[in-house]
């Protein structure tokens, strides 16, 4: 017996959430539950557990109707919350604390890890399991896109092209709120520029010696690798306003 159902990370975006809802819902995907597992308290995660047993009830159990113990693996791409979300429902239903590791880049969680108990009535664990991705991307956007959210490794990209990239999107949907945030005069799509003032702003700058015709000066020049960082991290922890890139 297999079934499966889909758990979407939301914050707002009421009327996105209903669209994709109704998209899902065409490729013949019933079960969706959007929840925000970093918030400690939230009402989605209660309605799950509810959720499986009802999916499960509705399957046949063969040899294993007798059995009150339920085993479920947590799957999807890197860095979309599977450890937090096994948190998430341990606080929940048992009132204890964490027992994934989480973090905010892909790779925290390298093997299959032994059964973790998320709840008591009904008895149900739950395994954690590294991140996949498709072994072929469709196209460069996409990858784009999978780097920008975190499910690829930065240095991997490079942090100026996941910049440059961001800042494009931004431009592109018209979400200027990078400019008072870094205290730019107006929207700009010169990547170098916008890293020069986030650096200048953020003191993300560096002394080096140059050689010149009168001998060796030091000059301050941007750190524009840690500018990159700041303005993705900015991006990913909402700070930049809320962005659907799809």
Do not use: W
């Amino acid at each position: 017996m297999s079934a499966s159902f889909l758990l979407y990370y939301s914050s707002g975006f009421t009327f996105t959430l209903q669209r994709i809802l109704k998209k899902l819902e065409k490729e013949g995907m019933r079960h969706v539950l959007f929840t925000d597992c970093l918030k400690q308290t939230d009402d989605s995660i209660k309605k799950l557990v509810p959720m499986v047993m009802d999916i499960i009830a509705s399957k046949p159990r063969f040899n294993r109707e007798e059995d009150t113990t339920y085993c479920l693996m947590v799957i999807g791409v890197p860095n979309v919350g599977k450890s937090s979300l096994i948190n998430s429902l341990r606080r929940t239903n048992l009132k204890k604390g964490r027992a994934s590791r989480v973090g905010g880049e892909p790779g925290i969680t390298k093997a299959v890890l032994t059964k973790i108990q998320v709840c008591e009535r009904p008895l149900m664990y739950l395994l954690d399991t590294p991140g996949v991705l498709p072994p072929k991307i469709e196209s460069v956007e996409t990858g784009m896109k999978l780097a920008l959210c975190g499910t690829i490794l930065d240095h991997l990209v490079g942090e100026d092209i996941i910049a440059d990239y961001l800042l494009y999107s931004l431009n592109r949907l018209g979400k200027f709120s990078y400019v008072e945030k870094y205290d730019l005069k107006e929207p700009s799509d010169d990547i170098q520029h916008v890293l020069k003032r986030i650096a200048v702003k953020l003191g993300k700058t560096q002394r080096v010696k140059a050689i010149t015709g009168v001998g060796n000066v030091t000059i301050t020049i941007p750190n524009y690798t840690a500018a990159a960082y700041d303005f993705i991290r900015a991006f990913r922890k909402g700070e930049l306003g809320q962005v659907m890139l799809d």
